[in-house]
C-alpha cells in the first residue's frame, strides 16, 4: 500500500487566495482526519471523517475552511480566503475502525501565506 | 489547560546516554495511549502503544499510571538516530474519536 498521499507537498499562496489540499487515505481505513501543525500551536485536530461522514469539526478555526470527503477515497481541506495566519503543515491521517489503532499519517502539506 | 501535556525540551544527552520524558494528560475517559516520533520536516509515526502493565521495545519501554494520568517513555543507551521529537498521544474512547497529541518533547543526541 502506498501509504495516505497527500497533494501538494508545497503551496505558496498569495492572502486572499482560495487553497484546496487533497487527501487520499489508506484503502479500507473508515476514519481520516485533519490536523494542522504550527510551533505555537502543535498537532491540532481540525475534523475527522467516519465512513465520510464528517464527525467532529469543532477544530475548524472559522467559516473560512471547510472540508468534504465524496468517497472513501479522497478528501479536500479547502481555505477560502486564506489569510497569513493559516501558514502551517496540514497533515492527513486515516486508521482502520477500532479504539487502539494507529493512526498513518500523510507526508503532509506545507502552507504558507503571504 | 491543555489535555496532553510535555516538557518541549529539547534535552540535550551524549550517546549511551538514558534519558526520560514524561507526560501528563487531563481526561481521565482516556482509554489508548501512544508514543509517537516526529522527525524534522516529517509526518508522526507510531513508535509504540502503550498497556497498562507497562510495556518495552528493545531500548525503549513505556509506562501508564492512570491514577496519576501519566505516561513516560524511558530511553536506554541512546543513539543519534534517536535525534528527533516524542509525541505523547491519547484517544479517548468515549466522547471524541480522534487522538489527541501533546506539543512533543525534542531529544538531541550527540556524539
Known amino acids: 500500500d502506498a501509504g495516505v498521499i497527500q497533494s501538494p507537498r508545497h503551496e505558496v499562496t498569495e492572502m486572499g487566495q482560495e487553497v484546496t489540499l487533497r487527501c487520499k487515505p489508506i484503502?479500507?481505513?473508515?476514519?481520516l482526519f485533519w490536523y494542522r501543525q504550527t510551533m505555537m500551536r502543535g498537532l491540532e485536530l481540525l475534523i475527522y471523517?467516519?465512513?465520510?461522514?464528517?464527525?467532529?469539526d469543532s477544530g475548524m478555526p472559522e467559516d473560512r475552511f471547510s472540508a468534504k470527503m465524496p468517497n472513501a477515497s479522497f478528501s479536500t481541506l479547502k481555505i477560502q480566503p486564506s489569510e497569513p495566519r493559516d501558514s502551517a503543515v496540514y497533515f492527513c491521517?486515516?486508521?482502520?475502525?477500532?479504539?487502539?489503532?494507529?493512526?498513518?499519517f500523510g507526508q503532509g502539506t506545507r502552507l504558507t501565506v503571504v | 489547560r491543555k489535555e496532553v501535556e510535555q516538557d518541549p525540551g529539547p534535552f540535550n544527552v551524549p550517546e549511551g546516554a538514558t534519558v526520560a520524558f514524561n507526560c501528563t494528560y487531563s481526561n481521565s475517559a482516556s482509554q489508548s495511549f501512544f508514543w509517537y516520533r516526529q522527525d524534522c520536516r516529517k509526518e508522526p509515526k507510531l513508535l509504540m502503544s502503550?498497556?497498562?502493565s507497562g510495556n518495552e521495545d528493545g531500548r525503549f519501554t513505556a509506562q501508564l499510571n492512570r491514577a496519576s494520568q501519566y505516561i513516560s517513555l524511558l530511553i536506554r543507551d541512546s543513539k543519534l538516530s534517536d535525534s528527533a521529537t516524542y509525541l505523547c498521544?491519547?484517544?479517548?474512547?468515549?466522547?471524541?474519536?480522534?487522538?489527541?497529541f501533546g506539543s512533543g518533547t525534542r531529544l538531541q543526541v550527540q556524539p
Open positions: 498521544v491519547v484517544n479517548s474512547r468515549t466522547g471524541r474519536r480522534a487522538l489527541t
Open positions: 491521517a486515516s486508521n482502520p475502525a477500532g479504539a487502539n489503532t494507529e493512526a498513518f
Open positions: 502503550v498497556y497498562s
Open positions: 471523517f467516519n465512513n465520510n461522514v464528517p464527525i467532529d
Open positions: 484503502s479500507g481505513h473508515d476514519y
